[in-house]
């Protein structure tokens, strides 16, 4: 299993996926400049509206197409029983435990001194502050990291319990079948919602649709669809990956302008809105991994800083809110009108940002992924 795992993981970076990641942190991290600038109603604002949000929509698909590789490959080529799932396991909470225990402690602390509630903070030692339930004010940016530990959890055990119950006579097919009988069931948690919910307003939905575990797991099991399709039909993915970019654009531009235009605002028409509105965004960024996976190398001047911002990613993602910008705009005064003074803190808070998450990825995230590697 190890061989499994190192030749086709670490051996060589993708950049068009480091490229993606790098993008999706980007946008997040920009997105929550929404704190900084002074509020509006122009494009700007918009857009950095819509950056915060779509950022955690790429991770989350990326994420899902990376974890359906490896646990594809260990499906098809071991016994897969317990051992094989907790080994899955034990690999991904190398890589996103460490650093999320760490932050949240320092976020702990942070609340204690500066005097914020921390309200329910033993949830968050177990992901349940946004299970089924609206997230809570804490630590916000942690619910996404629920959605993903749940879908690495939720994935291997849905195929080891299945895998006893009903006769495999095609591992692959089965796979396939589990995957997409898993993307129907949170769809439907959302016709679930639908059904129960009053909710039509759209803060309301970014609250306790868009940031709730059992709603949103589907948009990691479709980056894991793309996995399986990756590999069962290589040739029609790198044949038609421009077509699928072209898609995917068109995908966005339905979604984000021409939605609007028809006047299908959450209040008109709530049923598209909570139950096929977060899938679609996420096949539109599914469409753009064909292309994206086959970019293996660039000789371009920004290769470097790319990769760069892909391999602190997720360093970046956990400290640049609730640590950075928290105690930034804690402790630093500027006027928000003045041009100039929320420029100079924007650039204080990237500068901070890059600096503190590189050194939180090179001397503790690094460390344990190579201790992970070997065990």
């Known amino acids: 299993m190890n061989k499994i795992i190192s030749s086709n993981t670490i051996a060589h970076r993708i950049f068009g996926l480091d490229l993606m990641r790098a993008t999706a942190i980007l946008m997040v991290v920009v997105g929550h400049c ?169 803060a309301q939905w970014n609250l306790s649709l868009k940031a709730v575990v059992i709603y949103r797991l589907d948009s990691i099991f479709i980056g894991v669809l793309c996995s399986w399709i990756y590999f069962n039909f290589m040739t029609l993915w790198r044949k038609y990956k421009m077509m699928f970019v072209v898609v995917g654009v068109l995908l966005f531009f339905f979604q984000f302008f021409v939605l609007g235009s028809l006047g299908w605002v959450i209040e008109a028409k709530p049923l598209w809105w909570h139950v096929f509105y977060l899938p679609l965004l996420s096949v539109a960024v599914a469409c753009f991994l064909p292309y994206l996976s086959e970019w293996k190398g660039s000789n371009l001047f920004w290769e470097k800083p790319i990769v760069f911002l892909s391999k602190v990613s997720y360093s970046m993602y956990l400290l640049h809110y609730s640590v950075i910008l928290l105690l930034m705009k804690q402790y630093l005064s500027y006027d928000v009108q003045d041009v100039f003074e929320v420029s100079l803190f924007v650039i204080g808070y990237f500068t901070i940002t890059l600096v503190l998450s590189y050194l939180l990825y090179r001397f503790y995230e690094l460390p344990m992924m190579n201790l992970r590697d070997k065990n």
Do not use: C
């Open 34 to 202: 929404l704190w900084i600038v002074p509020k509006g109603e122009g494009l700007l604002f918009q857009l950095l509206e819509l950056f915060g949000f779509l950022g955690v929509e790429v991770f989350f698909v990326l994420s899902g197409f990376l974890i359906g590789k490896i646990l594809y490959q260990l499906y098809l080529t071991s016994d897969f029983n317990l051992a094989t799932v907790f080994f899955f396991l034990k690999r991904r909470w190398y890589r996103t435990l460490p650093n999320y225990f760490l932050v949240l402690v320092l976020n702990l602390i942070l609340a204690s001194v500066i005097g914020y509630a921390a309200l329910s903070w033993w949830q968050y030692f177990f992901f349940l502050q946004n299970f089924n339930t609206t997230m809570l004010p804490f630590f916000p940016e942690s619910w996404s990291l629920s959605v993903e530990e749940f879908a690495y959890i939720v994935l291997p055990f849905f195929l080891l319990v299945l895998g006893r119950l009903v006769a495999v006579k095609n591992r692959s097919r089965f796979f396939l079948g589990a995957v997409l009988t898993l993307i129907l069931v949170f769809i439907g948690t959302k016709l679930y919602y639908h059904a129960t919910t009053q909710n039509t307003t759209l």
